[in-house]
């Protein structure tokens, strides 16, 4: 139940035109992760702490590709 949960607000929040990314920490990817991210290339995995770090410097650089317009 609570993955379906979990998924209905993943939907909600890119319906919104948010992007999400997800990280998988130490495990191998999920297909609940990888579903609720905005695309492949938005779903991480990082098997310790130096993957993560390496992992939240890729979103780093793709959010700071992003620009706001209306």
């Known amino acids: 139940r609570h993955t379906n949960r979990f998924l209905q607000i993943c939907a909600a929040t890119k319906a919104k035109g948010?992007?999400?990314?997800?990280?998988?920490?130490?495990?191998?990817?999920?297909?609940?992760?990888?579903?609720?991210?905005?695309?492949?290339?938005k779903a991480f995995t990082a098997a310790n702490a130096a993957a993560l770090n390496t992992q939240f410097q890729a979103i780093a650089r793709q959010i700071s590709k992003l620009r706001i317009s209306q």
Do not use: E, M, N, R
Not at 25 to 31: I, V
């Open 18 to 41: 948010i992007t999400v990314w997800t990280i998988d920490f130490d495990s191998t990817q999920t297909p609940a992760l990888v579903t609720c991210a905005s695309g492949a290339d």
